[in-house]
Nanobody, 125 residues
Framework: QVQLVESGGGLVQAGGSLRLSCVASGRIARIYTMGWYRQAPGKQRELVASIANGDNAVFTDSAKGRFTISMDSAKSTVYLEMNSLKSEDTAVYYC???????????????????WGQGTQVTVSS
């Protein structure tokens, strides 16, 4: 079983910074993409940032210039560095990944989408 476990959420004042981490574990043949979504109360879940093949990143407009996404492939870990946080960044942040699970050594199954359990980020104004 593949699992994603997030950490690093919390309470921060507006203008502050937080760093989220997400580790993928289990029988993994290949990780194609990793990223972060968020869902604020009463709103739909939205993409914040994603990274493919370890270095091709995309961001939602509101995150550009403030957030950085990076991936350590050796550790199967994705990071989201969030700076200049605003109250509107308050949400539950979910790690997501497109992963090919390992069927047997050297053989991966079709890639599937996985989600973490979420971590709360609260920005106080």
């Amino acid at each position: 079983q593949v699992q994603l476990v997030e950490s690093g959420g919390g309470l921060v004042q507006a203008g502050g910074s937080l760093r989220l981490s997400c580790v993928a574990s289990g029988r993994i043949a290949r990780i194609y993409t990793m990223g972060w979504y968020r869902q604020a109360p009463g709103k739909q879940r939205e993409l914040v940032a994603s990274i493919a093949n370890g270095d091709n990143a995309v961001f939602t407009d509101s995150a550009k210039g403030r957030f950085t996404i990076s991936m350590d492939s050796a550790k199967s870990t994705v990071y989201l560095e969030m700076n200049s946080l605003k109250s509107e960044d308050t949400a539950v942040y979910y790690c997501t990944a497109e992963i090919s699970p390992q069927v047997r050594p050297g053989i991966g199954a079709r890639a599937s989408h996985y989600w973490g359990q979420g971590t709360q980020v609260t920005v106080s104004s």
